[in-house]
């Protein structure tokens, strides 16, 4: 009877602690989750008010609410025209570097040449290295000739982060079992075709992670096409960055402008999150 009640009394104190971390974990999450989004209900908040009420208060919360800020944005920062030149250049620097990375990390998840071990410490350590942009300018201007071009950006997009997706697909790659591909080459099925109908649809958790993460860095980015692909092609940051010139003093529209440049790439992250967190950890647990 006394070991029933010691336990008893155990099982109650353990339930209790376990509540109690339960409760200082939410109560952790609030105030994280408050902490982060606090400067996003801000910056909503400010594109929602008149320019008069934005210079007063520019984080109250009393105030006349208008939508008249997205219309005036969207027709000065030339949101279609910029948008449609972002999406083409996202979408070709994003496909053209998941094959890069697919055709590299496949070969050396198999180690099917002498020394891949080697040549992935060393990209491993090259991960480390600062990029420097004056050796980037010299290669896409005296190397390539392509500098201020489209090129010259598709090129700085393509080649950016490709060591650390690279080795994304190898841990991906490796936790696959090697019979399947001796069994689709004694099918007839060749080395590429092996990659691309075999491998690649195994592992479709990391390609979305790495897609996803090169849209939203080359959504994102200003410095590239500011000074690679010249005057004549605007995205929607360099847009944002002209626009800002113009209007600094402006907060109500510079918040709207933000706001409208950030919100595809923030549902597209909302909508394919899963596959994020899949592909992240997909090569952490092996069967």
């Known amino acids: 009877m006394d070991e029933q009640i010691v336990r008893k009394k155990r099982s109650k104190s353990l339930a209790s602690a376990q509540e109690k971390v339960e409760r200082g974990s939410l109560a952790g999450a609030i105030v994280?989750?408050?902490?982060?989004?606090?400067?996003?209900?801000?910056?909503?908040n400010l594109s929602l008010m008149s320019y008069s009420d934005a210079l007063k208060n520019p984080v109250s919360i009393f105030h006349d609410f208008t939508f008249l800020n997205y219309v005036e944005v969207w027709d000065k920062l030339d949101v279609i025209k910029n948008t449609l030149i972002t999406l083409a250049f996202t979408l070709?620097?994003?496909v053209l570097n998941l094959i890069v990375v697919v055709l590299a990390a496949y070969p050396l998840a198999r180690a099917h040449f002498r020394g891949s071990q080697l040549y992935v410490k060393i990209m491993m350590v090259t991960m480390l290295l600062p990029t420097t942009m004056?050796?980037?300018?010299?290669?896409?201007k005296y190397v390539f000739h392509i500098y201020s071009t489209p090129m010259a950006l598709i090129y700085i997009w393509v080649t950016g982060g490709v060591?650390?997706?690279?080795?994304?697909?190898?841990?991906?790659?490796?936790?696959?079992?090697?019979d399947l591909d001796e069994a689709a080459y004694m099918d007839g099925c060749g080395y590429f075709r092996c990659i691309f109908t075999i491998v690649?649809?195994?592992?479709?958790?990391?390609?979305?992670?790495?897609?996803i993460f090169k849209a939203v860095s080359c959504w994102n980015d200003f410095m590239s096409p500011y000074i690679y692909a010249g005057s004549k092609i605007?995205?929607?940051?360099?847009?944002?960055?002209?626009?800002?010139?113009?209007?600094?003093?402006?907060l109500?529209?510079?918040s709207t402008a933000v706001i409208i440049v950030a919100a595809p790439m923030?549902?597209?992250y909302c909508f394919f999150q899963k596959w994020i967190i899949a592909g992240l950890t997909s090569g952490a647990v092996k069967g």
């Open 134 to 140: 004056i050796a980037t300018i010299f290669i896409t």
């Open 92 to 94: 070709i620097a994003c």
């Open 252 to 254: 109500n529209l510079l």
């Open 266 to 268: 923030v549902v597209v």
């Open 163 to 178: 060591q650390f997706n690279i080795f994304l697909a190898i841990s991906s790659i490796v936790s696959l079992p090697k």
């Open 200 to 211: 690649v649809p195994l592992v479709k958790p990391v390609i979305a992670t790495i897609f």
């Open 234 to 250: 605007k995205t929607l940051s360099t847009g944002l960055f002209f626009y800002k010139g113009q209007y600094a003093d402006k």
């Open 32 to 44: 994280i989750g408050l902490y982060v989004l606090f400067p996003m209900l801000v910056l909503i």
